[in-house]
């Protein structure tokens, strides 16, 4: 079984700054990590993935994370942050075998002030 | 590339009435592609798995009788919302895996379905 926790449901950054959204996964076979953007109304829009490959992954729109086993987690950042980046963003985890289907976090908001 | 639709974007129907819903994968085939509901301002939350040619596997505590899901071709699938009441009211995301690819899914632009 696979779970998701995304700590903070607001996080908000002035223009410029630096953002960092956090999610923990508990997994128990060696997981596969996404985060998704998703903008009002609209479906998601898949930002980076890690299958296991490089431990940083880059993704698109300047955002990155890093997977840390020791610390079942994998945070996204980006160095600095544009008005165009608020939205809601969702971490999700896959199994390696199955169905491989997704669970979702609960979602960050992200707000960006000018 | 790797685009796909859903049909329609809204829908506002009666009470007790069936609502379709389709999912289309544009310029790929997807063997799998996956139905979610997502209620406002939370997480999306997997309904069922479809699978072209066979039957979907819904999650637990989804009524297969209510939510219908065919598959019929590599680039269709539908969810069928059956005797739709109020709290049917929700967004309905669909998502497509090509046939080429192991872990990447796809999403439609969601489909908000209101129950009067």
């Known amino acids: 079984a696979q779970s998701v926790t995304q700590l903070g449901s607001h996080v908000s950054v002035s223009e410029g700054a630096l953002v960092l959204l956090r999610c923990n996964y508990s997994s128990s076979v060696p997981p596969y990590l996404f985060w998704y953007v998703q903008y009002p109304n609209q479906g998601l829009q898949l930002l980076l993935k890690?299958?296991?490959?490089?431990?940083l992954v880059k993704g698109i729109n300047g955002f990155e994370a890093e997977f840390k086993k020791s610390e079942t987690s994998f945070h996204l950042t980006k160095p600095s942050a544009h008005m165009s980046d608020a939205a809601e963003y969702f971490c999700?985890?896959?199994?390696?075998?199955?169905?491989?289907?997704?669970?979702f976090g609960s979602g960050t908001r992200l707000q960006v002030q000018p | 590339g790797a685009v796909v639709s859903q049909h329609p974007s809204r829908v506002i129907c009666k009470s007790g009435t069936s609502v379709k819903i389709e999912c289309r994968s544009l310029?790929?085939?997807?063997?799998?592609m996956f139905w979610y509901r997502q209620f406002p301002k939370q997480s999306l939350m997997l309904m069922a798995t479809s699978n072209e040619g066979s039957k979907a596997t819904y999650e637990q505590g989804v009524e297969k009788d209510k939510f219908l899901i065919n598959h019929a071709s590599l680039t269709l699938s539908t969810l069928t919302v059956t005797s739709a009441h109020p709290e049917d009211s929700s967004f309905y995301i669909c998502?497509?895996?090509?046939?080429?690819?192991?872990?990447?899914?796809?999403f439609g632009p969601g489909t908000r379905l209101t129950v009067t």
């Open positions: 890690y299958t296991s490959a490089a431990t």
């Open positions: 998502s497509a895996r090509p046939t080429s690819e192991v872990y990447e899914q796809y």
């Open positions: 999700a985890v896959s199994g390696n075998t199955g169905r491989r289907a997704l669970t």
């Open positions: 310029d790929f085939q997807a063997t799998t």
